[in-house]
């Protein structure tokens, strides 16, 4: 059993930068995948990008790559959504994903076993 709490997001303008962040409480957060994805007003929920164990591997979804960076720390529960060059396409709700017990990661919603809340984006122009 693992829970996740996004927080950090909030309004932005165009071209600004937000950092996410996901805590998760349990002992065995280094070995879960973990994973963002977005859902915006009266869209299904979007992959966004995702990290491996180790943090050493990475995946994003081509909307974001070279502009977003996924990491985590595992001695602090928690993983991270830098947000750089934001467009008014990012704003979204967010949230942090995780799976356990499966090596590898997924950019379909159903891999993940556990989510957070979301937290709120938004970005004007």
């Known amino acids: 059993q693992v829970q996740l709490v996004e927080s950090g997001g909030g309004l932005v303008q165009a071209g600004g930068s937000l950092r996410l962040s996901c805590a998760a409480s349990?002992?065995?957060?280094?070995?879960?995948?973990m994973a963002w994805f977005r859902q915006a007003p009266g869209k299904e929920r979007e992959f966004v990008a995702a990290?491996?164990?180790?943090?050493?591997?990475?995946y994003y979804a081509d909307s974001v790559k070279g502009r977003f960076t996924i990491s985590r720390d595992n001695a602090k529960n928690t993983v991270y959504l830098q947000m750089n060059s934001m467009k008014p396409e990012d704003t979204a709700v967010y949230y942090c994903?995780?799976?356990?017990?499966?090596?590898?990661?997924?950019?379909?919603?159903?891999?993940?076993?556990?989510w957070g809340q979301g937290t709120p984006v938004t970005v004007s122009s």
């Open positions: 994903a995780a799976r356990n017990r499966v090596r590898g990661y997924s950019d379909y919603a159903s891999f993940y076993n556990y």
């Open positions: 349990g002992r065995t957060f280094s070995m879960y995948t």
């Open positions: 990290i491996s164990w180790s943090g050493e591997n990475t």
